[in-house]
């Protein structure tokens, strides 16, 4: 008998045909005799009816009452698959996320889980119970309900699966698993098998779209294996689990693409001790993240400083750049909006040295132009103009031999 | 200083424009020094479509999970309200049956309140904001959400009004207040200014358009004042009150109509003791609530019995009363289902002799024919056909001198 839990996205639940599937598959699973614990997001699109109904209500929603208000979306669809295991004779029970011992601090809309009391679903599987848990809330110290920001459901489910020590957390969405790189721009990409949690959470931008990051760094530190799988057919999907020895065989799992940052640079920075706190203090005071940060040598004790910034943060982040330029004697300022960063990640870079060099000859065969590169222990990222992004992906996919075999 | 508890009705929150009503009118009471808290409904038509939902998911939906569906409803507005109260500048909060403290029995769909524990509230009352409290909801000793039932929110807010000592709990709905007979019928019909408890629960049918009926028993236990107003004008509507000695001036407070009954007779039952029982018990069985029974003598040793039920219970009640009939040796059973049931009701019955008889000529004086009487302390009803109605509700209207001045 194994434990099982099971977290099902907005488009699997999208409506009462869907949450007629789930409760198939939850029924299939229970039937094989494990233990059940659903973690449910709301149906799709019903969050944002939400946001846009708050509003209606107020331009700015106070965050403690918006949290109230997006809790109804999970709480809906909890209790719609109770009622429909129960009606097909299956114990279930819903459980809201004071009901499920889910303790967040009290960051309303971002709120982090601090701990799980989970004895009531561990009374209720004992009992021979399916749990059907609202994901994406808890609530704080005060009693108040929390949401856990977007994707949060998958956070949940982990953080539950971690509490009961659950055998597997498997994380039902609409696509297959985590490809080796976006299918809409590789024709050639590759559903991936099994991959770390480490290139997991390099591969942010792959993984976004099935897992909540944060849901993966949870994964990580409590070693909770995840099954990314489609809700629309029985293939096995994606394991992200541990680091193991035979995984670094792969040189490269995987190739990102971000079109969503925009690059700055201070020309003729004075190269003094203090500067670059000087520029990037006021960024972060603002709530700006910056993502590279690039310097370069000059001549005559000036430097050129370069860092990139999400598109939402650009304007903010140029305006700061002007000021403090002024104060520190930067002579001008360039940016630009039309870059993309393409990366390559895999845990065989660790041992195998040569992956830079690929790349680099890979995009210049193409006659694409490196504007920065930035690099971790497990990835190479490239800077280049908007309009090769495409290109690059498709180049580099097939130069560290991600092709699916034909 | 006056502590208010405000209820508003599903009408009264149908939209974010509405909802800013209420926040004006919320607004308005807190300016003038009054602490205040907020009772709401879901926004009417809500609770409908989530049932249809629940339907969807299971023809008879899990009455656990079908609470925790429609507490979604209330969650909604509390939240929504208390978003346009803090972005206008005033302290609010919402607060869920959970927080609220609304103890009740594990009746799902009709819970019962236990009792209240108002420390939250009070807490947040005593640091200025406008409690917003999500109605109709609560939660039993296991901590699974309870609904209480149609109409629920009025109880919720006449319990929370009862457990702070509230000045007066006021339910504000889509009509100006309660009238002496239904004014769709009888155009004469007056608004009441003041009206007692007990005259408010005989009137369950002309009150219970706007006031649960629990929520007056409740009232009435506890002594909570009551002001049934409309949330679209300024004017005072009707205050529903404990009995005091200048209400017996008024004979006839209000005339009632009740067209959702349907009568069986069961002839020539034996008259021996015990018939009754067989006849009533295996009703109350199958949960059928009887309402009026009246028995008639007749020579030989039988006798005829007749009662009412609702006519949604029609069909099960003549069904029952055949299989008793047989055992029992009643020769026939005859049924109607066009009856109406008018009552007059007052406390100046209690000292005031005479209104039976008016009654009972001014419905003769118009060729009424009376079928069954029954009485209490301060009600007379006379089951008469359905046809004549509106007719016997606009003619004992006059005949009590209840009709508006022109």
């Not at 055998?167 to 991959?195: L, M, Q």
């Not at 690039?294 to 050129?304: A, F």
């Not at 650009?314 to 360039?334: H, M, P």
Request: hydrophobic letters at 40%; aromatic letters at 4%; glycine letters at 6%.
């Amino acid at each position: 008998m194994a434990l099982r839990v099971q977290k099902y996205g907005g488009t699997s639940v999208a409506d009462i045909e869907r949450i007629n599937n789930v409760a198939d598959r939850v029924q299939k699973a229970y039937d094989a005799d494990d233990k059940i614990v659903v973690v449910l997001s709301a149906m799709s699109g019903v969050t944002d009816s939400l946001i846009s109904l708050a509003r209606q209500a107020s331009k700015t929603p106070d965050k403690r009452e918006l949290d109230v208000l997006l809790a109804t979306g999970e709480q809906t669809t909890a209790a719609l698959l109770a009622m429909i295991l129960k009606s097909r004779g299956y114990k279930a029970k819903s459980f809201l996320g004071f009901q499920a011992g889910i303790h967040t601090d009290n960051s309303s809309g971002k709120a982090r889980i601090l701990d799980i009391d989970c004895k009531n679903i561990q009374l209720a599987l004992k009992d021979g119970y399916i749990a059907v848990v609202a994901g994406f809330q808890g609530t704080d110290d005060d009693g108040d309900i929390t949401t856990l920001g977007r994707g949060g459901s998958d956070t949940s489910a982990v953080a539950i699966a971690s509490s009961l020590k659950a055998d597997v957390c498997e994380i039902f969405t609409d696509v297959d698993g985590v490809y080796t790189t976006d299918p809409r721009i590789c024709s050639n990409a590759r559903k991936i098998n099994k991959i770390s949690y480490e290139e997991m959470l390099e591969m942010a931008i792959l993984g976004a779209k099935v897992l909540q990051i944060r849901s993966v760094e949870f994964a990580k530190k409590f070693n909770v294996p995840l099954h990314v799988r489609s809700s629309f057919n029985e293939e096995e999907g994606t394991m992200v689990v541990n680091e193991s020895s035979d995984m670094e065989s792969v040189i490269v799992s995987g190739i990102t693409c971000d079109m969503n940052e925009a690059r700055i640079t201070l020309k003729r920075v004075p190269d003094q001790p203090g500067v670059s706190a000087k520029i990037f203090t006021p960024l972060a005071q603002a709530e700006i993240s910056v993502d590279m940060i690039i310097q370069n040598t000059r001549s005559g004790g000036e430097t050129d400083l370069t860092f990139t910034v999400t598109k939402d943060d650009f304007e903010r982040a140029k305006e700061i750049s002007y000021k403090v330029a002024k104060q520190i004697g930067a002579t001008e300022i360039l940016t630009a909006e039309e870059i993309a960063k393409v990366s390559v990640i895999g845990l065989g870079m660790k041992s195998h040295s040569g992956v830079a060099a690929t790349m680099f000859q890979a995009l210049a065969s193409e006659n694409i132009n490196i504007r920065l590169i930035s690099t971790s222990e497990i990835r190479i990222s490239c800077v280049i103009l908007a309009k090769y992004a495409e290109l690059a992906v498709r180049t580099l996919h097939t130069a560290f031999g991600l092709d699916q075999e034909q």
